[in-house]
């Protein structure tokens, strides 16, 4: 007997993971990390209020999350001037890109990326079968004029970008990405993952209208809020795609703690301040660790810094790999040039402090391969 | 221009959730509820030691859950004496029902149910393009010979029974469940949903082959453990099909703390019996109420009764809606005959004595109409 009938793409599909969880480093190297900087978390956490909103309310947790998060949704609303038929949450932007891949890309359809853009994006892609057409960086930024290019090339139904981008935390200024959803081709529909825009300029927030039927925007607790492991996050768009989630999405998937978190993050916006001024300390503190090791960085609008290693890939994995040998988690880009760089994760001085001492380290041990 | 251009599948879904909240209605009704019986919520909570673990750990929510849930899959291989490999968690049963038909149901692909179970596994049905068969209940039990007849004549690729069943309760015995996964159609995989299989006697646990490639069970933390809002579920199966789930699961999808609390109450054996002893005493309260109304109940080896109101459905639908405007949540079968009844969930004593005392007002209203 044969069991069961996979569908013909699960069939097809590589049991693939995007990231490897720092956890399973730990259990492979046999030791804790000492400093936890590379998944992008915000090491200063979520704000007192936002912890005191969750221990407070841990007695609900017998009860479902509120399906339709109406309550943190009408918060958003008001924070961002624009109704709540324009907001659907879900269990973080890896879930919600998840969904929009699943409304809108079908088998073979065509999807544009950066090459070494986010890889939950891709796996999505290549999970409901379609076809990703990649562009290279220009200059450590995502190439606004390549990606429309391309996608008018393949008649692309996605187009992605980060802004601020993930890993390179490069910033495009607000006009460039305006121009961008201004002429898209016919049909395409832009995917702006704004994660990090809570950490990045105001200037980096584009006007757009928010009934554009071409712009759907992406946005996370994750990031400048310090909540990633509590999975919340909510996309922005025209009220008609934002209901078309409603065919398709985990109505009871959200965690009602998480909804808690997130209102209470959203009031606090004293406390986003603070974790704001924290992480721009933390960036000054990345460059000078930089600096002190003969080594550049790149400005970053986001809770992260490129540190340039100042030769290729190869070194900088051989660079990487001594950190986290020595209980240091940071990651790099995949692709090269950008792999000639590794990404560190703001985090409180006691875990930049570690980084510091072990760098000298790990560059000496790299050149001496 | 017309953007975006959805899939041909998700052209043709409604906009359709499989449940409205309870907050939903407590908006629409202007109050909120006085007892909230009525989504099979577990109201005795999670025990002490599982709330304490919540609030000892809600400092690490700036980090991402750990992707593999390994800890938590640890301890569930050692408690079901399997191995982790048999075991893959996810945000609830829900979410976990959603990946299962994505793997297996594609366009047209048959898939077989009783009419009256569990709608969020149509509403994934539905949302992969699959068509779905319905058998009835005999006599308010799942029709385990039914079903199978029903998935060989219509080649099913996935059939679906909840053991104990919801929205009844009732319960097939181990045999006969041993019985279903030894006679299945070439292909057709068993999808055992033991949401309630915590607050079910031992004799309803089938003893069935991990690697039976035929049979996938599910779990959750969100009934007898009491941590619905937590959103925690997990499949059992063959170590291929559960590593399956890899190639398309939201692999960063689980909250920190979710996983946090799952790892406590599985550790507190002694508070999930304290638990079962509580929800023994209120489904016996239960019951007690609905005779001193001169109804009956059915038995249950749920946290729920189903009170069976004595007409028909339009009648129990009067007294539903009676109790709602009175501020008790409670629901009931969509399908007739079973919706002469309408289910109660356990819940502590005040939230039985509000129901106690509004039953009757119910019954006398929806007799007047």
Redesign the interface.
């Known amino acids: ?10 069939q097809t ?9 720092p ?2 480093q730990e ?1 492979s190297r046999g030791a804790a990390f000492e400093a ?1 900087l590379g ?1 992008n ?6 704000s007192p209020k ?2 005191e909103a ?2 407070s309310h ?11 998060s ?1 309550d943190l949704r009408a918060a958003l609303a008001t924070h961002h001037g624009i109704k709540m038929d324009n907001i659907v949450v879900g ?2 932007v ?2 919600l890109l ?1 969904y929009l891949v ?5 088998q073979n ?1 065509a999807v544009v990326t950066s090459d070494g853009a986010y890889p ?1 994006f891709n796996y999505h892609v290549a ?1 409901y079968g379609g076809s990703l057409h990649k562009v290279p960086y220009k200059d450590d930024f995502e190439d606004t004029d390549a990606l429309l290019d391309k996608a008018r090339e393949v008649g692309a ?2 187009v992605y970008i980060a802004n601020p981008d993930n890993p390179m935390g490069t910033l495009h200024d607000a006009k460039t990405i305006e121009n961008m959803a201004a002429n ?1 081709p ?4 832009l995917v702006l993952d704004e994660a990090y825009i809570d950490l990045a300029p105001s200037t980096a927030i584009p006007t757009l209208p928010i009934e554009h ?2 712009v759907i925007r992406m946005r996370t607790f ?1 990031k400048g809020y ?6 919340v996050g909510y996309a922005i768009g025209a009220s008609e ?1 934002i ?2 989630f ?3 999405r ?9 909804q808690i ?1 997130a209102l209470a993050a959203l009031a606090d916006q004293d406390g986003l301040q603070t974790i704001q001024s924290q992480v721009t300390a933390s960036k000054k503190r990345i460059a000078e660790i930089a600096r002190d090791n003969g080594l550049t960085s790149l400005p970053s609008a986001t809770n992260f810094v490129a540190i340039d290693c100042g030769q290729d890939g190869d070194f900088a994995r051989a660079v990487l790999a001594e950190l986290i040998a020595m209980g240091v988690f940071v990651r790099m880009p995949f692709v090269a040039p950008q792999d000639r760089c590794i990404r560190v994760s703001c985090g409180p001085e006691k875990e930049m402090a570690i980084f510091a001492k072990a760098l000298p380290n790990a560059l000496k041990a790299a050149r001496a391969v």
Chains 1, 2 share one sequence.
Do not use: Q
């Open positions: 007997m044969t069991y069961p009938r996979y569908t013909a793409l699960a599909l590589p049991a693939s993971v995007p990231f490897v969880g956890e399973a259990r936890r998944a978390e915000n090491g200063f956490g979520p936002v912890l969750i221990k841990a007695h609900e947790a017998w009860m479902y999350g509120e399906p339709e109406h269990e973080g890896d879930c998840g699943r409304l809108i890309v079908g359809d939950t999970g139904n996605l898209l016919e049909g395409c529909l039927p071409g994750s310090g909540l990633a492991g509590m999975r795609l209901r078309s409603e065919k398709i985990n109505h009871f998937g959200m965690n009602r703690l998480a978190a």
